[in-house]
């Protein structure tokens, strides 16, 4: 129907100036027809007879006509006019858009009208010639005209449409379906690797269309594959991990009886036996608690932090022992805010541990130093240590499980678990600095109750 509209829009355009050069070419039809008929008078010097006369105007379609030779102008054939003239047209030298208005003026006026006709006569046999004739065969002719125009314009829309239509059902239409048929059967089973597409069409545009398809299932087949995998990785190792954790409770338990041994090759091993363990057990327990699909939504309620510090602080000052580690805590005694405290206790946990174990790492004394505060819009939390820092590749993966261990033998899940449970409450676990100085963290949780709602709900 586009193409029919179309089509039909461009004959308007063409039909204008063809409707007005048919009437230029019906008039000056006249104007020589007219001379022809004056031609009997012009051989002889003597009057014609009326009935002759009329012949010769009613054969040329003209009342009267008027030739102008050598500046004097004579009127060769003559017959009564009917009206008096309506409007004169001089077709010497007329421009295109004054034969367009004409041919629309004279199409458009139902009333049949006396016009004279201008122009110039054939093989130069005179200045000019001149015509009155009646419009109401003109303006027959003209609709006659424009009626085949239309019907012959119909037909080329329609053509041009079904041709169009086959066109573009064979090159857009059906590879188009194909693909979205495609895109239907891979939707069903994505990691057959035999309902990725093919390129075949040979339209440019879809062909590039097709193959970025291609490409986008290959890479999501590649994906679901790999995240099938570690999924069932995942599952193995936890299993496995299960497992272990008990064999190593167990032989934590002898570990333990051997360093009351007073055999001195014992007292040597026993130690370093009881360490391997310890980070065997610890490494099994972080990679249960991270294999769990996800943490449970926090339960929130209005907590005391300096409890919660003040038990996290004092477990790691038993684990730090002799070493040369000192703790500062700088945190509001009637400071509450609203947590779960299990896991608010376990991200302080993970932050100090890997504080003292960094510290105790680089051989130097050190400090740990807890301070909150609290603002109209969240309560704040910063962990901050003297120890050495992180290295670089830690700090580039520093939150993503396996990846950002910041010491030898760790697993990298702390981290990971604590930024997930800090999120879990709406809020946000960052790192505000490592250097050679030390590390600070920042735990940051939001007093909006919209927050922490939409949160809630985005994690049960």
């Given amino acids: ?191 057959d690797t035999r309902r990725i597409i093919s390129p075949t069409s040979r339209v440019r545009e879809l062909n590039e269309a097709e193959t970025a398809l291609q490409s986008l299932q290959n890479d999501l087949t590649g994906a679901l594959r790999q995240k099938e995998r570690l999924a069932q990785l995942g599952a193995a190792v936890a299993k496995i991990s299960h497992d272990l954790r008990n064999i190593l409770a167990t032989a934590q338990l002898f570990a333990d009886r051997m360093e009351a041994s007073e055999d001195p090759g014992v007292k040597r091993a026993a130690p370093k036996i009881v360490g391997a363990i310890s980070r065997a057990v610890n490494l099994c327990e972080t990679t249960l608690a991270f294999g769990r699909a996800q943490e449970p939504p926090p339960r929130l309620e209005r907590v005391r932090l300096a409890a919660i510090v003040n038990d996290v602080v004092d477990a790691e000052r038993l684990a730090a022992g002799d070493e040369d580690i000192s703790f500062a805590e700088d945190v509001p005694a009637g400071l509450m805010l609203r947590a779960d405290p299990e896991q608010l206790h376990r991200v302080l946990t993970n932050l100090i541990r890997n504080a003292r174990q960094a510290i105790l790492a680089s051989g130097n004394p050190g400090e740990i130093a807890i301070r909150a505060e609290e603002d109209d819009a969240a309560w704040t939390i910063h962990v901050t240590d003297t120890g050495p820092g992180l290295p670089p590749k830690a700090r580039e993966h520093l939150f993503r499980p396996f990846q950002g261990g910041t010491r030898k033998g760790g697993s990298g899940l702390g981290l990971a678990i604590s930024v997930e449970l800090i999120r879990g409450h709406g809020g946000a676990l960052v790192l505000r600095r490592s250097d050679a100085t030390g590390t600070e963290f920042e735990i940051r949780l939001p007093k909006s109750e919209a927050v922490l709602f939409a949160q809630d709900h985005k994690v049960s």
């Fill in 1 to 191: 129907m586009l193409t029919v509209l179309f089509v039909m829009l461009a004959e308007v355009l063409i039909f204008l100036p063809s409707i007005a050069r048919f009437r230029e070419d019906y008039l000056l039809s006249r104007l020589e027809r007219a001379q022809i008929a004056s031609l009997a008078l012009l051989v002889t010097d003597e009057m014609i007879a009326e009935d002759v006369e009329a012949e010769l105007l009613a054969n040329a379609g003209v009342y009267n006509v008027a030739l102008r030779r050598d500046q004097a102008r004579e009127l060769v054939l003559s017959s009564p006019i009917p009206e008096p003239v309506h409007r004169s047209y001089d077709l010497r030298d007329p421009g295109a858009a004054e034969l367009i208005v004409d041919a629309l003026r004279q199409l458009t006026d139902p009333v049949p009208r006396v016009i004279r006709v201008i122009g110039e006569p054939v093989r130069d046999a005179g200045l000019l010639i001149e015509v009155t004739m009646g419009s109401e065969s003109l303006r027959a002719a003209m609709i006659d005209y424009g009626l085949r125009i239309l019907w012959l314009s119909a037909v080329i829309s329609v053509v041009t449409a079904l041709l169009l239509f086959l066109a573009v059902q064979r090159l857009m239409v059906t590879p188009i379906k194909r693909v979205v048929r495609a895109m239907q059967l891979y939707a069903e089973a994505p990691e």
